[in-house]
């Protein structure tokens, strides 16, 4: 079993619609949470970062985690077009993860239709 | 303006050639790290650096060599044992871990393509 699953989509959705991402985990260990964005021919880019479970907003854009699941979500309201991207999420441990840092999904490619 | 900066954008490799892609970042980080990405297969870490001089291998280190001279400066080649070389490969940095529970800092990539 892989420590970071990720529904790999596509995931087409029309423009307007709330769209849920997610991400399970299986390392207990995990405890800071993050949300990446990915145009295309890009480098990943860094849209939320959570820490508790609970929610985080920022704008358009809702952080959903449930530790006791392993479980977390991005919710996207309103979506554009321009939402249009590969989003991935990465998790490390309280000491960063060890050595080498972040572990990442494989990333949802997610496409909204105008 | 601070960032990370990959070039070239696009490479070209001949069989049997080794080439180096470049990575610089002015953001005084300690930490880099080389990842790459291939359709379907998210993003492998290649090899990691936590200071100057000292780098280690990450899941896919085979046919790939590194250096860390310069805090700012953190090469990767890809050698001619790489078999497979053609994908997108990203740079990234961070604060020194626990500085990672802030999130990496990724360049714009450099895809190598094999011709």
């Known amino acids: 079993q892989k420590e970071v699953e990720q529904d790999p989509g596509p995931l087409s959705v029309p423009e307007g619609a709330i769209v849920s991402l997610n991400c399970t985990y299986s390392n207990s260990a995990f405890q800071y949470f993050m949300w990446y964005r990915q145009y295309s021919r890009k480098g990943p880019e860094l849209l939320m970062y959570t820490y508790s479970s609970g929610n985080k907003e920022d704008g358009r854009f809702t952080a959903q985690v449930d530790k006791s699941s392993k479980y977390i979500s991005l919710f996207i309201r309103d979506s554009q077009p321009s939402d249009s991207a590969t989003y991935l999420c990465a998790m490390t441990t309280y000491s960063g993860g060890g050595a080498d840092g972040l572990t990442f999904g494989k990333g949802t490619h997610l496409i909204i239709q105008p | 303006d601070g960032g990370i900066t990959q070039s070239p954008k696009y490479l070209f490799r001949k069989e049997g050639q080794n080439v180096t892609l470049s990575c610089e970042q002015n953001?005084?980080?300690?930490?880099m790290y080389w990842y790459r990405q291939d359709p379907g297969q998210g993003l492998r870490l290649i090899y990691y650096s936590q200071i100057v001089n000292d780098f280690q291998k990450g899941d896919i280190a085979e046919g790939y060599s590194v250096s860390r001279e310069k805090k700012e400066s953190f090469p990767l080649t890809v050698t001619s044992a790489q078999k497979n070389p053609t994908a997108f490969y990203l740079c990234?940095?961070?604060?020194?871990?626990?500085?990672?529970?802030?999130?990496?800092?990724f360049g714009s990539g450099t895809r190598l393509t094999v011709v």
């Open positions: 990234a940095s961070s604060t020194a871990p626990p500085g990672a529970l802030y999130g990496y800092t």
């Open positions: 953001l005084n980080h300690d930490a």
